[in-house]
């Protein structure tokens, strides 16, 4: 494992794109409905990709992959950057910095924008939710300066983002001419949230809305995390929903097997407000029996 890790080692690399990407002079937005990812390979010994997959997708907004041959789970992670602070959602699937270069990439990014802006900029780093596939790397932003990391507990959530009655409340969390609003969505795990940008209009679900197989813990909480979702979609425009992973493939209904490092023709990362409510209709249908039932773009699967 560990030599074979070696091979995967491409620091240049990584700086490489994130340098080539600063160098673009009029920065819109990319259309992630066309966005590829970097998707693993059938002979992980032989992957070229980069470590960390870097998409810049306006100006101060930033989507990142990790390549799946790293760990087959093959987050997203996002970073928003305002005047004040910057926002990184997630950490990731892999602790070491070796084959998962995740504090140096963010960090690159920011400093370029601390340089930009001409003054110190805050990494707050926070969570989709608590499980191990997304704070893997939180170790590498501990004690870094100009830092703070959240902690993982829903208590830790509800104190720090200032929640004042969890699930109910909607909190506004400022970067400094940049909103985002923070939406408890528990039902996937306890301490789950979702991420509106007020600036991009993108509506971050984390493992709880995804192209992919939707684990639920939770089955009454996630019903009702739908319902919220769904109520807050009507009253937000949303450009693009983005979840934490990409599950599905092309066929409708089929999904890769469970720990597959290798997602030959995959779904794009979006999913669509009638995707949502597909699921907000469909859960209403089931009832209070948590079922298994499979959809063109995501499966609905209760963990018990
Ligand atoms: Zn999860
Ligand atoms: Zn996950």
């Not at 909190?171 to 007020?198: C, K, M, W």
């Not at 999913?271 to 009832?287: K, V």
């Amino acid at each position: 494992m560990t030599s074979k890790r070696k091979k995967y080692f491409k620091p240049y690399f990584v700086l490489v794109i994130i340098t080539s990407l600063f160098c673009t002079s009029t920065i819109g937005q990319t259309n992630l409905n066309k966005q590829n990812w970097i998707h693993g390979s059938d002979d992980c010994g032989e992957n070229t990709d980069e470590l960390i997959q870097v998409v810049q997708y306006d100006e101060n907004t930033w989507i990142l992959r990790q390549n799946k041959c790293t760990n087959y789970e093959a987050p997203f992670m996002f970073l928003f950057l305002g005047q004040d602070k910057a926002l990184l959602m997630d950490t990731g699937a892999t602790k070491e910095e070796v084959s998962f270069p995740l504090y140096e990439t963010v960090n690159t990014i920011v400093d370029h924008w601390r340089k930009k802006q001409n003054k110190e900029i805050e990494l707050v780093v926070a969570h989709t939710h608590k499980h191990g596939d997304h704070y893997a790397a939180d170790d590498q932003f501990n004690g870094k300066p100009y830092t703070t990391l959240v902690d993982l507990q829903k208590t830790d959530v509800i104190n720090f983002f200032k929640f004042k009655n969890w699930p109910n409340d909607i909190v506004d969390f400022e970067l400094g001419n940049r909103t985002l609003r923070l939406i408890p969505i528990p039902g996937h795990q306890e301490a789950s949230i979702a991420v509106y940008d007020t600036s991009t209009k993108l509506l971050l679900t984390g493992d709880t809305f995804y192209p992919g197989r939707l684990y639920i813990e939770d089955w009454c909480s996630f019903k009702t995390s739908i319902n919220r979702l769904v109520e807050f979609s009507k009253k937000h425009e949303i450009k693009y929903i983005l979840g934490n992973h990409i599950e599905m493939s092309l066929t409708d209904g089929v999904d890769y097997p469970m720990g597959s490092k290798y997602h030959l023709a995959e779904q794009k990362l979006p999913l669509t407000i009638e995707d949502l409510n597909t699921l907000q209709l469909s859960l209403l249908d089931l009832g209070d029996k948590p079922t298994r039932q499979i959809h063109k773009n995501f499966i609905i699967y209760p963990s018990k």
